[in-house]
């Protein structure tokens, strides 16, 4: 099996720790993933003013919210360079595909959203009612990698949320919209298996796509120990390590949404262009745009 690859540069955001590149990774034909093209990351909507400045410098076009309206809602707009907070929440978003704002940055929301995969009101709901025995029941006895692995399955199987990613794909395929950063809101489950559908269309890899992915647990594991800390010490759970399946990346999530795709699909190429409409254009003009010999 090939050995993974460890390129994935910070890109340094103080309020944002899990955001990164993912140029420099090697695929199988010897050519390598451009930097600063392709960024990942967490939630934007914390970022310091000092962040701002790096988005402006890594010369950041656009940026694609994957995130849920509620969350978006609760949690606050990306702060970008360029747009005022007030107008990026005045936006009337939906839980559809929807132009955040236009200027200097370009904000896109791509909602990966259902009301029957709502995992983030589950889990807030339960967090806020304190009830041992509730989050037991959602979460315990392998519950929260249950919750887990159908999420990644449903990333494959649902048409509408296939649109989503397969949207993201063709926003950087196109070399006027990039250097392009898109993000959930740990920069784990949406963002992770958008890298996913990135890099292996590019030809990285299953090791180093694997290897991307997990890194999530440690540029935020200062972060989840807090959040540990923080449910156990303010009485928000009993048990704090029944939320570790939730706020870890773990292989056999990525398992559940390659497995979904090999149950559909002849091939992974056969999913890009069946399961995710790309033609043979746009995945060239992916290439071509994220690529260098």
């Known amino acids: 099996m090939t050995e993974p690859q460890t390129p994935a540069r910070s890109l340094g955001l103080q309020a944002a720790v899990n955001a990164r590149d993912l140029g420099g990774y090697r695929t199988t034909d010897g050519r390598t993933v451009r930097t600063g093209v392709a960024l990942r990351g967490d939630a ?131 070399p006027d919209g990039t250097p392009l950063l898109f993000h959930c809101t740990a920069g784990k489950d949406r963002t992770g298996w958008t890298a996913a559908i990135v890099l292996t269309a590019l030809g990285v890899d299953r090791a180093t796509v694997y290897e991307d992915y997990l890194l999530t647990n440690e540029r935020s594991a200062a972060l989840i120990e807090r959040i540990m800390d923080a449910f156990g010490t303010r009485g928000v759970m009993k048990d704090p390590s029944l939320m570790l399946p939730v706020i870890r990346a773990e292989s056999v999530y990525l398992d559940a949404a390659f497995a979904a795709v090999a149950d559909g699909w002849p091939d992974f190429e056969d999913f890009l262009a069946d399961g995710l409409g790309l033609d043979a254009g746009t995945l060239a003009a992916l290439r071509k745009n994220l690529l260098v010999d």
């Open 44 to 174: 934007l909507n914390r970022l310091t003013d000092a962040d701002l400045d790096t988005l402006t410098a890594l010369g950041v076009r656009q940026v694609v919210d994957l995130r849920g309206l509620n969350e978006v809602e609760e949690n606050g707009s990306d702060r970008l360079p360029g747009l005022d907070p007030a107008d990026a929440d005045r936006a009337e978003l939906t839980d559809g595909r929807a132009i955040a704002a236009e200027g200097p940055v370009r904000l896109v929301h791509l909602p990966v959203y259902s009301p029957d995969h709502d995992i983030y009101v589950s889990l807030r709901d339960v967090l806020a009612g304190q009830d041992a025995a509730a989050q037991h029941a959602l979460l315990g006895d392998g519950g929260g990698e249950r919750i887990m692995t159908e999420m990644y399955r449903w990333f494959v199987t649902d048409e509408v949320i296939r649109g989503r990613f397969a949207e993201t794909v063709r926003l950087l395929a196109d």
